[in-house]
């Protein structure tokens, strides 16, 4: 059984920086998608990035794109997102969710994501 345990987050001002980590565990041999969604009060969860294990093909959505940055330790099994010139409207639960699976050049939709973190609360106060 995968599990996903976030961590990292917190309290910053405007224009601050946070590094989440998302240590897996139970990960089986093979390849698999990871990602980090967000979710704010009273809206719908958005993806936030995507990562492939195999050769690292990444995507960062546009409201983040060149302040967030994904990465991944194979060896460690963990997920990271260094989080550059922080906003108020990143504030949320952050999750990061992980699906097995070869890269074909697409990435899951959230709903096809099969194992999730339990959330890390990010706030930054202007």
């Known amino acids: 059984q995968v599990q996903l345990v976030e961590s990292g987050g917190g309290s910053v001002q405007a224009g601050g920086s946070l590094r989440l980590s998302c240590a897996a565990s139970?990960?089986?041999?093979?390849?698999?998608?990871m990602a980090w969604f967000r979710q704010a009060p009273g809206r719908e969860r958005e993806g936030v990035a995507n990562i492939h294990t195999r050769d690292g093909p990444t995507y960062v959505a546009d409201s983040v794109r060149g302040r967030f940055t994904i990465s991944r330790d194979n060896a460690k099994n963990t997920l990271y997102l260094q989080m550059n010139g922080l906003k108020p409207e990143d504030t949320a639960v952050y999750y990061c969710?992980?699906?097995?699976?070869?890269?074909?050049?697409?990435?899951?939709?959230?709903?096809?994501?099969?194992?999730w973190g339990q959330g890390t609360r990010v706030t930054v106060s202007s």
């Open positions: 139970g990960i089986t041999a093979g390849y698999y998608y």
């Open positions: 969710a992980t699906l097995r699976g070869w890269y074909d050049g697409n990435w899951p939709r959230v709903e096809e994501y099969e194992y």
